[in-house]
């Protein structure tokens, strides 16, 4: 099924989701380490109005990402339309073409027992296919991780309403909503493509050197 063209388009959206997520972490982490740069600095003015912008900006540009992620709309790539269609459609992720993507010789048949337990994961014991349930599943916990973000997003970030969102966000609240929705993209970047994949940033340069100069 591999070649189905909807199997292929799933792959391109989660390839496109992927990058999205991952950007996130990447500017995740380059204000989780300014904030520390800064607390460690007592000659920095804490006091001064553009930390609260700085703070403002970040949490906003957040939270819009990651309801970008939580969006299901005809015309969106986010990762909770890729779960609603696979669910959809789940004989298209076949067992055997996830088995047939891990290359390694297997004289003893050591992988073969691997591939079908991390096949399992996402399906019934030897179901040929993905178990469409587990799959909305995950749909529930994305909608749930989100709730508070799509709202805070809703009420304060899009449009400022009149009625105050009903969950306090805060920094930390952020955070474990990313994380949660970093597992999920990882879950489905290893059904699609049967390879392990590390969301977290591997800066290729030195980021932090734009504050090192006097």
Partial sequence: MRDDPT??????????????????FAHHDIFGTTIEIVQNNQAIDKASPFWGYFIRTYADAMVMGIRRQC??????????????????????VQRSDFESLWKEPDPLGIYKRLKQEAFDTYAKPGSPYVDSARVINDLHSLKHTCKAIEEYADRRVAHWDQKD?????????ISAALND??????????????????????????????????
């Avoid at 391109?12 to 999205?20: A, G, N, T």
């Avoid at 709309?73 to 789940?90: F, G, N």
Wanted: net charge positive; proline share 6%; hydrophobic share 45%.
């Fill in 7 to 24: 199997f292929q388009k799933w792959c391109d959206w989660l390839k496109v989701i992927e990058q999205e997520v991952s950007t996130l």
């Fill in 165 to 173: 969102p009903s969950f306090d966000l805060s920094l930390d609240a």
């Fill in 71 to 92: 969006k299901d709309k005809k015309d969106s790539i986010s990762l909770a339309r890729l779960l609603r269609e696979i669910a959809a459609s789940p004989k298209l």
């Fill in 181 to 214: 929705l970093g597992t999920l993209v990882t879950r489905y970047y290893h059904m699609l493509f049967a390879a392990n994949l590390d969301i977290r940033p591997h800066f290729a340069y030195p980021v932090f050197r734009v504050l090192e100069v006097p």
